[in-house]
Structures are given as structure tokens and as C-alpha cells.
């Protein structure tokens, strides 16, 4: 298995930190609080 070029991989983590910067107030708003998440109906479904 070969690694990817360091240009691709330092995109990939620039992408993933613009994900967190834009996700980080709502990380702290939610801090500490319960919440549910439905997963059912077509997620569930059968790929065929």
C-alpha cells in the first residue's frame, strides 16, 4: 500500500480543520447535553 502524496493529505486535514472550525460553536452550545438520533427507515433499508 503506497502513501498518498503529501499535497493530497494536507488537503484532506485542511478540510477536515475548516469542518471543525465551522462545527466548534455548536460543539460548545451542545457541551454537556443529551441528544438523540433516529436512525430507521430508508438508512436502514436493503441496498438491493
Given at each position: 500500500m503506497s502513501e498518498?502524496?503529501?499535497s493530497a493529505r494536507d488537503q484532506v486535514g485542511l478540510a477536515k480543520a475548516e469542518t471543525l472550525v465551522e462545527a466548534l460553536p455548536y460543539l460548545q452550545?451542545?457541551?454537556g447535553?443529551?441528544?438523540v438520533v433516529k436512525y430507521g427507515g430508508h438508512?436502514?433499508?436493503d441496498p438491493e
Open positions: 498518498p502524496d503529501p452550545r451542545y457541551a447535553c443529551t441528544f438508512a436502514m433499508g
